[in-house]
């Protein structure tokens, strides 16, 4: 993928840039996103959209039964459909062993991968049990059907809280029990005012991209090379896990990232279809692609977020936090997938927020159910342990009779104490608050919201029989994580420059991010920059899009890279100008004197045609106008915000609309603030979804009840409220040279907070709320408990 230059540059430019010695400025301004062209256009290429002569398509057969022994498959009828060339079930791929971790430091977990078609038991609705390869969709569709799968039922754990069972001989559904903690909690509790007591719990749910999931697998036997399209997030990582699952050398797959619609987190890892679309296209010996429908997306693709937490706090009389105790149980799903209990344990390391805490113990319970794996979705544990976090400081506030704002500020940590340590890690990184002043957001982002009007309208409003109320969360969020990121720049002979980086686009902005970054930073106008992703046959390392990490990491990497770039041209532009090194500086893609007093100047292009091999020009350089660009960390840096929510309450059909929004979000330093307020108002979009609307339910017998958008509910634009951002630079990030901190997840993180705790104000019972979603029916419950309310006939 990359951004297409000819047409859109002139799109975008309303006229061209005068020849000047002014250096233009593009980090922190919201310029025109270089991406968006081909998508209005309908030049994109989605998975969708591409094909290859001769291709395959496979479909998958899958579980229907939650728990069992598979007895046996027929396939004689599927076989017999015209244009099946082959169906496949565990016997046939015996030698592929499952699919490895690449996001987990903890141990024993490898029993528990999930192979890439069911071995002698199934474990969840939608598990990949046999694939049908034939020359048309419809009749692979048709075939699939036939093909008949005798279960013997086993009985399915579908609740998390429940005693484990039997995974299978000699390990039980429980693989881990995860613990983190720091100080005296015994001493905390003991010398305890009050101590007080939660149990909160949030929903299944997930990402659900407008765009399925999907693959193309194409194998070229003259060069014995495999190529995979419709890569996303990972895709060097990607390479290498199919490599070894293969047994092919790395150097002999590639993989290419088309346009995505949407990530989240769900899109992008490496799952069973991918290694059976490759798999096909090697033993068949022609293009194989597979494209999932809504349905199976639905029963098949990665869920998250299903969590029960039991947590108490110690405080004092002032309000302030002694110590923590939480005990979480992890709904995991039936297989551990790729991001190993990543998502548990970072839950467990981020759970206090902004605050101070002189002792924490957490006791993590990662279990397994006959559910959909879980992984990662947005913000993964941070939207979960958020919920947690801030309803614990508003059950504190409600205990003592102390403003919830007051008991917020009187535990925050403060700015002079930054960098502060945790004491704690994340996935085995020590979690050191980089740099933050979270009252000085807490203040910008009441005054942002006006809350003191917002108070006043609440208190007319209820005068007037109307259920309305205000809620606030706080959140401190990671992003950045290293430990590398390079990038190779490019100049040709017409001066447009090609940052190529490892990293992926899945809708964030890369392309413009980076061209802005590169622009400032080299001295050329930004649309002239091509920026090439996703492509591993462009650049040997890469570490894709995931944790907020592509602004820090390869826009670190685009700095480096671009000085080194700048560093080489005037030197060859001071040998070719006869004019001082010093003296000169590259403006608009041209090496100029710096204060004017020589018109002498030459452009990058034709820097470039003197560095070529054929040059005479060139001597002991190496050929070409190019430069590499490291960056390495060891450390993430944590960025941090502030929701407001604004909720009227209908009684009568406990439906909840959320009114008006504020978020106010310190960046560290914002690279063009139009993407970052985009993100911010995309995640709270899921992040409603999440709070109120979204939940994958299953029965019993681990049937799921939540396949079409009938019954898994989405945010419409219908229930979005209007949005106030705030974006703030008040902590740039010591760990970086440009001072970047992640904005992929800010939008979504405290979502459910806020709007749980305006649910409370609404309906005038403090803690009420402690699940998610708040559905209409679980409202109606909790009004039903209201002293002196019908909930039929209430104001609303």
Request: glycine share 10%; hydrophobic share 40%; aromatic share 6%.
């Amino acid at each position: 993928m990359t951004s297409v230059l000819s047409d859109q540059s002139e799109h975008i430019r309303e006229k061209a840039s005068p020849e000047t010695t002014e250096k233009q400025r593009y980090i922190g301004l919201p310029v025109t996103r270089l991406e968006d062209f081909p998508l209005v256009t309908g030049r994109a290429c989605f998975l969708g959209d591409l094909s290859f002569p001769h291709q395959l398509h496979m479909r998958v057969v899958r579980s229907q039964v939650a728990h069992g022994r598979i007895v046996s498959i027929d396939m004689e009828e599927a076989l017999k459909v015209p244009g099946v060339l082959a169906i496949w079930t565990t016997a046939d791929v015996d030698e592929i062993p499952p699919i490895s971790f690449r996001a987990t430091t903890i141990k024993g977990l490898e029993r528990y991968r999930q192979p890439i078609l069911a071995r002698e038991y199934v474990r969840y609705v939608g598990e990949p049990v046999a694939v049908v390869f034939a020359d048309d969709a419809y009749r692979a569709e048709d075939a699939a059907e036939l093909v008949v799968i005798d279960v013997d039922s086993l009985p399915p754990i579908v609740d998390a809280l429940s005693a484990p069972g039997e995974f299978a001989p000699g390990c039980t559904t429980e693989p881990v029990v995860l613990e983190k903690g720091y100080g005296d909690l015994d001493a905390a509790m003991a010398q305890a005012f009050k101590i007080v007591e939660l149990e909160l719990a949030i929903g299944r749910h997930s990402g659900i991209p407008l765009e399925t999931r999907g693959a193309l697998a194409r194998y070229n036997q003259a060069r014995n090379h495999l190529e995979l399209h419709g890569a996303a997030k990972r895709p060097h990582f990607n390479r290498e896990q199919l490599a070894e699952l293969l047994s092919i050398p790395p150097s002999s797959i590639d993989l290419f990232e088309n346009h995505v619609g949407g990530s989240f987190g769900v899109r992008g890892e490496l799952y069973p279809e991918d290694v059976l679309v490759c798999l096909g296209a090697l033993r068949l010996r022609r293009p194989v692609k597979w494209v999932e429908d809504r349905r199976e997306h639905m029963m098949a693709t990665n869920q998250s977020r299903q969590q029960t937490h039991r947590i108490k706090a110690a405080v004092d009389a002032q309000g302030y936090i002694l110590g923590i105790q939480n005990t979480m149980f992890h709904d995991q799903g039936a297989y551990v997938r790729t991001h190993g209990a990543r998502v548990a344990d970072m839950t467990m390391a981020l759970l206090l927020g902004p605050y101070r805490v002189p002792a924490y113990r957490s006791t993590g319970y990662f279990r397994l159910t006959n559910k959909t794996p879980a992984a990662t979705y947005r913000s993964p544990g941070r939207y979960e342990g958020s919920f947690v976090q801030e309803r614990l400081m508003d059950a504190i506030a409600g205990a003592l009779g102390i403003d919830s704002i007051d008991i917020r500020r009187r535990n925050l940590i403060g700015k002079e104490e930054m960098p502060f340590d945790r004491h704690v890690d994340a996935n085995g990184a020590e979690i050191i608050l980089d740099s933050g002043d979270y009252a000085g957001l807490l203040d910008k982002a009441l005054l942002a919201a006006d809350w003191a009007g917002l108070r006043s309208q609440v208190a007319q409003r209820r005068a007037a029989g109307e259920m309305v109320g205000l809620g606030l969360g706080m959140f401190v969020e990671k992003s950045g994580m290293g430990p590398y990121d390079g990038v190779r720049i490019n100049v040709d002979t017409d001066g447009y420059v090609e940052v190529v980086t490892g990293a992926a686009s899945v809708g964030q902005g890369v392309e413009t991010v980076m061209a802005q970054i590169c622009a400032e930073t080299l001295g050329v106008d930004y649309l002239r920059i091509r920026v090439t992703h996703g492509q591993t046959n462009r650049i040997a390392y890469g570490n894709g899009a995931h944790a907020s990490r592509v602004t820090v990491m390869t826009g670190s990497a685009t700095h480096v890279a671009a000085l080194k770039l700048r560093e080489k041209a005037i030197d060859v532009a001071a040998e070719m100008l006869k004019i001082p090194h010093a003296a000169l500086d590259i403006v608009d893609g041209r090496v100029v004197v710096l204060d004017g007093s020589s018109e002498k100047a030459v452009t990058l292009g034709e820097i470039a045609k003197n560095l070529a091999p054929a040059s005479p020009l060139r001597g002991a350089r190496e050929p070409g106008l190019s430069a590499e660009g490291w960056f390495h960390t060891e450390d993430e840096n944590y960025p941090y915000g502030v929701h407001i929510a604004m909720v009227c309450v209908d009684a009568e059909t406990g439906g909840v609309a959320v009114e008006r929004y504020a978020i106010a979000y310190d960046v560290g330093r914002a690279v063009n603030p139009m993407l970052i307020e985009g993100q911010m108002v995309g995640g709270l979009a899921q992040g409603i979804g999440g709070a109120l609307f979204e939940e994958f339910v299953y029965d019993s017998q681990g049937q799921p009840l939540s396949l079409t958008f009938a019954d898994y509910l989405m945010l419409s634009a219908k229930e979005m409220p209007p949005v106030n951002v705030l974006l703030c630079e008040d902590a740039p990030s010591p760990l970086n040279p440009l001072g970047l901190k992640g904005a992929g997840e800010g939008g979504i993180t405290a979502v459910g907070a806020a709007i749980a705790s305006a649910i409370d104000d609404a309906i005038g019972m403090p803690g009420a709320v402690t699940r998610l979603p708040v559905t209409p029916q679980r409202l109606r419950q909790i009004l039903a408990r209201k002293p002196n309310t019908n909930p039929s006939h209430a104001a609303h």
